[in-house]
């Protein structure tokens, strides 16, 4: 795939039906330069879109202004068409839900309360709980294996228990759109692979639109359908991980030498770093040779 300006700023088939969440060439600066400059993409039901880049790339702003917490400088979030300030928080609460990198949690809360804070935007005028949203919050719970942490306090979870917990809440408000920023950061492998395995699901099977910004170029690669590498701010490459997954463009964002070599059951890229100069390419070499 070419890799010119022009592949990587266009929208990929921007007026195909379905589209439902778009920037357009959208910019943010907070102090300084841009943080976020002139990115476009777009979220449809059933795929999982990734964001990749370096820390200070811009992909935790680049949530937030696809979340509507922040408005661009410059370019456009639209949601259903209409810009996303014109819609009230509430609506936007009932069709985008968001798993923040860091969560403030309420330390005395139990799991399930915190859970059930996802029916917020649901409720009725006197905002009480029915039994139907204390059943929505169950399921989002054992969805994400963590109802039978219900009746701990929140302050008890490890870090990795909290964050599932935060993406259960998400769940509970039964979105169209999921945004994830970071959500296998504090946990571990096993539970990393069933988390990322869930939320392909929930694109593929449920028919969300979802984002989902990783940190594991590997699981990135492995579990995305297109993937965006930011850097800078901008998005220097866009489309199937094999496209954007290359020891040029990694090297170039990253700062990094490393070995990209196929996956031996999805032929999918995966990263390597590059060690010890000749010696590891070598030893790569007898690793594509035996796969």
């Avoid at 579990?223 to 220097?236: K, S, W």
Wanted: charged share 25%; with cysteine; glycine share 8%.
């Amino acid at each position: 795939m070419s890799a010119s300006v022009s592949a990587v700023e266009r929208l990929p088939a921007s007026e195909r039906e379905g589209a439902i969440l778009r920037a357009r060439g959208v910019t943010f600066a907070y102090d300084g330069p841009p943080v976020v400059d002139g990115v476009s993409l777009e979220l449809v039901p059933g795929r999982l879109i990734g964001v990749i880049g370096p820390n200070g790339a811009g992909k935790s702003t680049l949530a937030r202004l696809l979340s509507g917490l922040l408005r661009p400088q410059a370019g456009e979030v639209t949601l259903d068409g209409r810009p996303l300030w014109a819609w009230k928080r509430r609506e936007l609460a009932r069709r985008i839900a968001v798993v923040p990198q860091s969560p403030v949690l309420p330390e005395t809360f139990t799991a399930a309360e915190v859970v059930l804070l996802g029916r917020t935007p649901h409720l009725g005028l006197l905002g009480s709980e029915k039994a139907r949203d204390r059943e929505i919050a169950r399921q989002a719970m054992e969805r994400v294996q963590v109802w039978h942490l219900a009746n701990r306090l929140i302050g008890t979870l490890s870090g990795g228990e909290r964050q599932r917990v935060v993406v259960a809440r998400a769940l509970a408000q039964e979105p169209s759109i999921l945004l994830l920023d970071e959500p296998t950061t504090h946990m571990d492998v096993n539970h990393q692979l069933g988390l990322i395995v869930l939320v392909r699901h929930l694109a593929a099977e449920d028919h969300l639109a979802v984002l989902a910004i990783l940190h594991d170029l590997n699981l990135a690669s492995q579990y995305c359908d297109e993937l965006v590498l930011l850097a800078g701010g901008r998005a220097i490459a866009r489309g199937h991980p094999s496209a954007v997954i290359t020891e040029e463009r990694i090297a170039k964002a990253y700062h990094a030498d490393v070995l990209v070599l196929t996956h031996p059951q999805t032929g999918r890229p995966i990263v390597v770093p590059e060690l010890f100069g000749d010696l590891a390419r070598a030893d790569a070499g007898d690793v594509r040779r035996e796969t």
